[in-house]
């Protein structure tokens, strides 16, 4: 069982940066890939990105590469997302979530189990 508490978000400027931080509980941190989506107002929750449980394999939506690098350090059970130039159609909540199975989908949220409380992230023009 692993539990996720999100910290970060806010607001901030077109063309700014925010990093959001996840910190996870339980011993079984370490063998989830991790995720992170978002939903905006009326929205269905995205896809952002993916760690894989080592970081040597990381996933993003075409929306963000090249913006946004989500890192983690297993020996303090936290995953991060680091978001670069950020643009007003990214305003929405962002969620971490930890993967259930490793053959399943990085970025498919139905195939995440563990999820944080969420962090709005507004950004203005």
């Known amino acids: 069982q692993v539990q996720l508490v999100e910290s970060g978000g806010g607001l901030v400027q077109a063309g700014g940066s925010l990093r959001l931080s996840c910190a996870a509980s339980g011993r079984t941190f370490s063998t989830h890939a991790m995720g992170w989506f978002r939903q905006a107002p009326g929205k269905e929750r995205e896809f952002v990105g993916a760690?894989?449980?080592?970081?040597?394999?990381?996933y993003y939506a075409d929306s963000v590469k090249g913006r946004f690098t989500s890192s983690r350090d297993n020996a303090k059970n936290t995953v991060d997302l680091t978001m670069n130039n950020l643009k007003p159609e990214g305003t929405a909540v962002y969620y971490c979530a930890g993967r259930l199975s490793p053959r399943s989908s990085y970025s498919e949220f139905r195939d995440y189990g563990y999820w944080g409380q969420g962090s709005p992230v507004t950004v203005s023009s």
């Open positions: 760690i894989a449980r080592g970081a040597g394999f990381k």
